[in-house]
Structure formats: structure tokens, C-alpha cells
């Protein structure tokens, strides 16, 4: 239980993808041509004034990746509807039997450190898209699972730069 309290308090922050502007090979911003292609988001940062939501942007900005922040402070911001952008939820395994049919599409974190990947099937098995992140085990520990299990996987490092490896 401690471990699922330590991950809530390192996302804090609601970060949900806006639309996908492309599903072709582009290469993220400052990769280089061996580096294998990913899909590009514009990513939706709802932004509370929390020191991690700036965290979030800055890391966005510094590394070219297409956001919009809307800050919930402002009373002229955009209302969030479901006409406004795809919803995701993000790293809540005990409640995807109640919730997964409200949502477009799930992120999580470590789902495989922790054998919990199973209880994000109820998303794939509807056809809804699933971005995983793992952080300490090597892709070999995870990426037969999450390849059956159909999830989009990434092994990241903790800082959250611009390397990554896909399954």
C-alpha cells in the first residue's frame, strides 16, 4: 500500500492527451535517425498551480513536445467536456471495472513492477489504447506481457528525458 501511495504522490497531476496530431514515424524532437519513431500527442496539462504540474510543462517545453495548459485558476479557461478532448485515466487499477467504460484511454506506471498490467484489459479488450511506462524492470520482464496484453509500453528513466525504449 505504501508503494501505491508513493506512485499517487509522484503524479499528482492530470496530464491527458489532447488528440493524436499523427500516427505516422516521426522521431522525437532532438533524436537522432537510429532512434526508433513514436506516435506524436498534444498533450492537455490542467494545471491546478502545483510545483509538479509546472515540473510537467517545463519538461514538455524543454523537450519540443506540442501541449496546451489550462489553468484551473483562470475563470475565462475552456470548460472540460468530453467535446473538448479524448479522457484518460491514469494510474487507477481498482476502479477500471467501474470507470473503464467512461474513459477513451488509459496511462499507467509500472503496472508490470508491480504484476498489476492484467487489470488494465478491460481498455484493450474494448479497443481503447493503453501507454504504459516502466521505470526499473528491462524491457525483457515486460514487453511479452504488455505485447499479449496489447499496451503501448516504454521503459523511461525516472528524469523523463527523451530516451526511451519501446517493446
Given at each position: 500500500?505504501?508503494?501505491?501511495?508513493?506512485?499517487?504522490?509522484?503524479?499528482?497531476?492530470?496530464?491527458?492527451?489532447?488528440?493524436?496530431?499523427?500516427?505516422?514515424?516521426?522521431?522525437?524532437?532532438?533524436a537522432s535517425a537510429a532512434?526508433?519513431?513514436?506516435?506524436?500527442?498534444?498533450?492537455?496539462?490542467?494545471?491546478?498551480?502545483?510545483?509538479?504540474?509546472?515540473?510537467?510543462?517545463?519538461?514538455?517545453?524543454?523537450?519540443?513536445?506540442?501541449?496546451?495548459?489550462?489553468?484551473?485558476?483562470?475563470?475565462?479557461?475552456?470548460?472540460?467536456?468530453?467535446?473538448?478532448?479524448?479522457?484518460?485515466?491514469?494510474?487507477?487499477?481498482?476502479?477500471?471495472?467501474?470507470?473503464?467504460?467512461?474513459?477513451?484511454?488509459?496511462?499507467?506506471?509500472?503496472?508490470?513492477?508491480?504484476?498489476?498490467?492484467?487489470?488494465?484489459?478491460?481498455?484493450?479488450?474494448?479497443?481503447?489504447?493503453?501507454?504504459?511506462?516502466?521505470?526499473?524492470?528491462?524491457?525483457?520482464?515486460?514487453?511479452?506481457?504488455?505485447?499479449?496484453?496489447?499496451?503501448?509500453?516504454?521503459?523511461?528513466?525516472?528524469?523523463?528525458?527523451?530516451?526511451?525504449?519501446?517493446?
Amino acid at each position: 500500500m505504501a508503494q501505491r501511495a508513493h506512485r499517487w504522490r509522484r503524479t499528482a497531476v492530470a496530464v491527458t492527451a489532447a488528440g493524436l496530431l499523427t500516427a505516422g514515424p516521426l522521431a522525437a524532437p532532438g533524436a537522432s535517425a537510429a532512434e526508433e519513431p513514436r506516435i506524436d500527442l498534444r498533450v492537455l496539462v490542467v494545471d491546478n498551480g502545483d510545483s509538479s504540474v509546472r515540473a510537467i510543462s517545463a519538461e514538455l517545453e524543454s523537450t519540443g513536445i506540442p501541449y496546451t495548459n489550462v489553468n484551473l485558476h483562470d475563470p475565462g479557461r475552456p470548460a472540460l467536456t468530453e467535446s473538448f478532448s479524448p479522457l484518460g485515466l491514469k494510474n487507477d487499477l481498482d476502479q477500471i471495472p467501474d470507470l473503464a467504460a467512461d474513459f477513451d484511454f488509459a496511462v499507467n506506471e509500472q503496472c508490470a513492477q508491480y504484476d498489476e498490467c492484467g487489470a488494465l484489459k478491460p481498455f484493450t479488450d474494448a479497443g481503447k489504447a493503453v501507454f504504459h511506462t516502466e521505470y526499473e524492470p528491462p524491457t525483457g520482464r515486460f514487453c511479452t506481457e504488455s505485447r499479449e496484453l496489447r499496451l503501448s509500453s516504454l521503459l523511461k528513466k525516472y528524469e523523463l528525458g527523451a530516451w526511451r525504449q519501446a517493446c
